[in-house]
């Protein structure tokens, strides 16, 4: 959500406070009361998106960076092993294929470093158990490292995923401040009036939670005042 949104969250929850707060008043409009019933169910889910949009990109994130920390290690630790067998066997075509250092190795995108560890991996296949064994990578190892490849693979196009989420919880969220903005200016303002004559102390409450209070970025950096 957007300053302005957040602003303006801000005012339609202290609109249901103040009212849930004077029952006596609520108790002479039911109308009104209904639809600040109404609007509390809406803020309670602005609430809710806010929150999931926040976490989605910020979770599939980290979810993906330890994911490829764990692969980068696996990628450092069996070319490695692999170009010490490749150096013993005289075999320098091999050896060039799988000489990744950590420096290297930190450098690489996503991408890149899934393209090395498909090499190694590709390598690690060819040269079998009993060898990478020989060499220090249990089969146990050479399995975690072939899941984390296939799970870095998957994890490209997860955060595209995650936008498409977030995008929806953004829609989901603007349709929910059209649907407040509609009722307030449509249903509580026209029956708050009544309240000028029959709880004018309830009324002065409402129209000044009422008035939304943000600040725009600016020169003057003054906040701007809304109804």
């Known amino acids: 959500m957007n300053d302005y949104q957040n602003a303006k969250k801000a005012s339609y929850k202290l609109i249901v406070v103040e009212a849930k707060n004077d ?3 609520m108790n002479l409009i039911p109308r009104f009361a209904a639809g600040i019933s109404r609007l509390e169910i809406i803020v309670n889910e602005m609430d809710a998106l806010a929150i999931q949009q926040s976490k ?19 990628t450092l630790d069996i070319s490695g092993a692999i170009h010490a067998y490749a150096s013993d ?6 050896a060039a294929k799988c000489n990744f250092k950590i420096s290297a190795l ?3 995108s996503a991408a890149e470093l899934l393209d090395a560890a498909g090499v190694v991996r590709g390598e690690a296949q060819k040269l079998g158990a009993e060898i990478m064994a020989n060499q220090g990578i249990t ?34 969220l603007d349709d929910l401040f059209e649907e407040a903005a509609t009722l307030k200016k449509g249903t509580l303002d026209r029956l708050a009036t009544q309240f000028q004559r029959k709880a004018p102390a309830f009324y002065a409450k409402y129209k000044a939670a009422a008035t939304v209070i943000y600040k725009r970025a600016s020169k003057s950096d003054e906040p701007e005042v809304a109804q």
């Open 106 to 108: 930190d450098r690489m």
């Open 56 to 74: 989605d990109i910020t979770g599939v994130a980290q979810n993906k960076n330890m994911l490829l920390d764990q692969l980068r290690g696996y």
């Open 139 to 172: 089969p146990e190892e050479i399995t975690e490292f072939n899941d984390l490849y296939v799970q870095g693979n998957e994890e490209l196009t997860h955060p595209r995923e995650a936008i498409i989420d977030r995008s929806s919880h953004t829609q989901r």
């Open 89 to 94: 066997q005289k075999n320098m075509e091999l």
């Open 23 to 25: 029952a006596a008043s």
